[in-house]
């Protein structure tokens, strides 16, 4: 049977990429690691492979679309079901698209996955995180200078823009990383954002951006980017470096604070982005009742 007092660690999109390198080190640090992932076969090959890399068995997997607020509720109850206490969270996982989709309850594709995914998933598990204090939340970011329109978060009255669109969804981490962090000050709870910088990705996948930007850049300038495991190092010190010991609310690139976008430094901003989102997931009436 596994430890009960072993520290646990949850990682989205844990089955590729930077999340793989990130669950990797974890379980080699003998942690209980969670995986977070949207297709169940690859999880499991990626659980096995992550097993064999480091000798830690206590993988467990989880299986959700971001996307769709449905699956997040049901995997956030798997998740509480399955983890007495959640010591990391990893908000990893991350996509593009070339063209407007939407997700089942009818919103924008990258807004649902990168952010109001996110969201609601911390939301669901924040009551357990708090209990497991102290613990860390570290949000993986990006770094374009955007802003959010907040009057078209959906994209019904622009152009659809494929990396505009994916910059204001990610946007929306610092956003929340700058809320969450002032709503969770006192509680042993940190929350940081981090960008990991470029590195060989495969975001977007099959469906998103790949097929059309990023396998471009990769076949040019692949050879040349850094691995994700070198990638992991700057989330991972977000993550463990005592060095960042009850420091919460900072944007960082690797081991240095940086300025975020104006808007995300405006906590007025930053609340309205909370209240529409928490209406978005439909949070706002349970948020009305525990705060009045």
């Known amino acids: ?52 890399a480091s000798g830690n068995k206590d993988i467990r997997l989880f299986v959700a679309d971001l996307g769709s607020q449905q699956e997040v509720r049901r995997a956030a109850a798997e998740i509480l079901d399955r983890f007495e206490r959640i010591h990391v969270l990893i908000n990893n996982a991350g996509t593009a698209y070339a063209n407007r989709r939407t997700s089942p309850e009818g919103i924008e594709r990258s807004l649902a996955v990168n952010h109001l995914g996110p969201f609601l998933l911390t939301s669901l598990l ?3 995180i708090k209990d497991s204090a102290p613990a860390r939340i570290v949000n993986v970011g990006t770094r374009m200078d955007t802003a959010m329109d907040f009057d078209d978060l959906d994209w019904t009255r622009r152009r659809y823009r494929m ?31 981090v960008f990991p910088g470029i590195f ?58 940086i300025k975020a976008p104006s808007q995300a430094a405006d906590p007025a901003a930053n609340q309205r982005l909370w209240d529409m989102s928490e209406r978005l997931v439909g949070l706002s009436q349970a948020s009305e009742q525990s705060h009045p």
């Not at 169940?40 to 659980?47: I, K, L, N």
């Not at 505009?164 to 610092?174: D, E, I, M, T």
Request: with cysteine; glycine share 14%; hydrophobic share 40%.
């Open 1 to 52: 049977m596994a430890d009960a007092n072993r520290r646990t660690v949850l990682v989205t999109g844990a089955n590729s990429g930077l999340g793989k390198a990130l669950a990797i080190a974890f379980a080699g640090d003998g942690m209980r690691v969670g995986m977070l992932v949207r297709n169940q076969e690859r999880g499991r090959t990626a659980r096995d492979e992550i097993v064999a």
């Open 126 to 128: 924040l009551e357990r």
């Open 163 to 193: 990396m505009q669109a994916y910059g204001q969804s990610k946007l929306g981490n610092l956003h929340f990383t700058f809320e969450l962090s002032r709503r969770l000050a006192g509680t042993g709870v940190t929350v940081n954002c």
């Open 200 to 257: 060989r990705s495969n975001l977007g996948g099959s469906d998103g951006a790949q097929g059309v930007f990023w396998k471009a850049v990769d076949r040019l300038l692949g050879w040349a980017l850094p691995t994700p495991a070198r990638a992991a190092e700057r989330v991972l010190y977000a993550a463990r470096s005592t060095d960042l010991d009850g420091v919460t609310g900072q944007y960082l690139d690797g081991r240095r604070p």
